[in-house]
């Protein structure tokens, strides 16, 4: 989960997004940028069984309890001052990055009210990173490091997303409707996914953002792209415009 923030008006569209494949398959609700990241759970469609990955933003107890009552899961990074009672620490292999794998329950006054079910937390330390994470989740049958890595699969997406962000930045609408905004972010993310696949097939050394720059530039000079690409490649030199 997370959002798309844009330039002009301040919208913001909330996604979701499928870590299997990696890209967005849901907009929720496009809104004037000024709600809070965690009232978004409050209309995102909950499917029983599914895995919502989210950051710390959106840490709220009560509408995590909601999630779980509705059959699905949760994988959140927990706060430093979380509240709990250690009931059972499960057996971790510490070559894998694991430091502990245990089932709690909340004791702080408002977090035992909103959540008054067990929890699991999962501390692990990412070596390519050098940093240590603390995660909760509702979900006790997978193993503690496939719950670390679903959290790094998270990572990959908020990479997309980063890159949308820089290279397709939306400065400005052609429409202001909800409709309109959703098409033009979908466009994007559109124009994202084609370039992304020229490059592979293409076999193109330059970066995606030299690559989108000079596609900008080129595509009305000359729709073959193909044509342009290759011909620099064996030219040796750049596309310039």
């Known amino acids: ?8 008006g301040g919208y913001q569209a909330p996604y979701l997004t499928g870590l299997a494949l990696q890209h967005p398959n849901f907009y929720s609700h496009l809104n004037n940028g000024k709600l809070h990241e965690v009232n978004t759970i409050d209309i995102v469609p909950f499917e029983p069984g599914s895995f919502y990955v989210m950051d ?19 994988l959140i990074r927990a706060k430093s001052n979380l509240q709990c009672r250690r009931i059972y620490s499960h057996p ?12 709690i329950m909340l004791t702080g006054f408002y977090q035992k ?3 008054p079910e067990k929890l699991r937390r999962v501390k692990y330390h990412d070596a390519e990173t050098d940093l240590t994470f603390v995660f909760l989740t509702n979900n006790f049958e997978l193993p503690a490091i496939t719950i670390a ?4 699969s998270r990572w990959q997406v908020e990479l997309f997303f980063k890159w949308i962000k820089q290279h397709l930045r939306i400065k400005s609408f052609y429409g202001t409707s909800e409709n309109a905004v959703k098409t033009q972010i979908w466009i994007a993310i559109s124009v994202y996914v084609i370039v992304a696949i020229l490059k592979k097939q293409l076999l193109l050394p330059y970066s995606l953002h030299y690559f989108t720059g000079s596609e900008r530039l ?16 064996q030219s040796g030199k750049p596309y310039v415009v």
Request: proline residues 3%; aromatic residues 16%; charged residues 20%.
């Open 1 to 8: 989960m997370g959002q798309v923030p844009t330039e002009q």
């Open 56 to 74: 710390r933003g959106y840490l709220d107890f009560s509408r995590l309890y909601n999630l779980s009552q509705a059959s699905a899961f949760f």
């Open 149 to 152: 890595n679903l959290y790094r």
């Open 113 to 115: 009210k909103d959540y």
């Open 92 to 103: 971790v292999d510490r070559s894998t990055g694991l430091i502990y794998d245990q089932t």
């Open 218 to 233: 080129g595509f009305r000079k000359n729709p073959n792209l193909s044509a342009i690409y290759k011909n620099q490649l």
